[in-house]
């Protein structure tokens, strides 16, 4: 079954830092498009950073842009985001994608999310 196991969270003070991990599982990993979204209380979906499946390129919000860095292991089948100089309006469920298209359909899976609090 395809599973996606975020790890990491928890409560850091502003400007510490945090590594969210996402173990996969069930899927062609190195085939998806990886990705952090976050949601705040009150706020809609947002993403945060990507990279893609081989190339590794990465995109990012501008709100986390040379903060925070995403990476992935195509051997682990892992993909990481190391959060630095953390602001409290960083304080959101943080949720990992996977996600393929294909002339044969899309795919678009989602992890269980991850809390991050950051807060003195």
């Known amino acids: 079954q395809v599973q996606l196991v975020e790890s990491g969270g928890g409560l850091v003070q502003p400007g510490g830092s945090l590594r969210l991990s996402c173990a996969t599982s069930g899927f062609t990993f190195s085939s998806y498009a990886m990705s952090w979204y976050r949601q705040a209380p009150g706020k809609e979906r947002e993403l945060v950073a990507a990279i893609t499946g081989v190339g590794y390129r990465t995109n990012y919000a501008d709100s986390v842009k040379g903060r925070f860095t995403i990476s992935r292991d195509n051997v682990k089948n892992t993909v990481y985001l190391q959060m630095n100089f953390l602001k409290p309006e960083d304080t959101a469920v943080y949720y990992c994608?996977?996600?393929?298209?294909?002339?044969?359909?899309?795919?678009?899976?989602w992890g269980q999310g991850t809390q991050v609090t950051v807060s003195s």
């Open positions: 994608n996977g996600r393929s298209s294909s002339p044969f359909g899309d795919y678009d899976y």
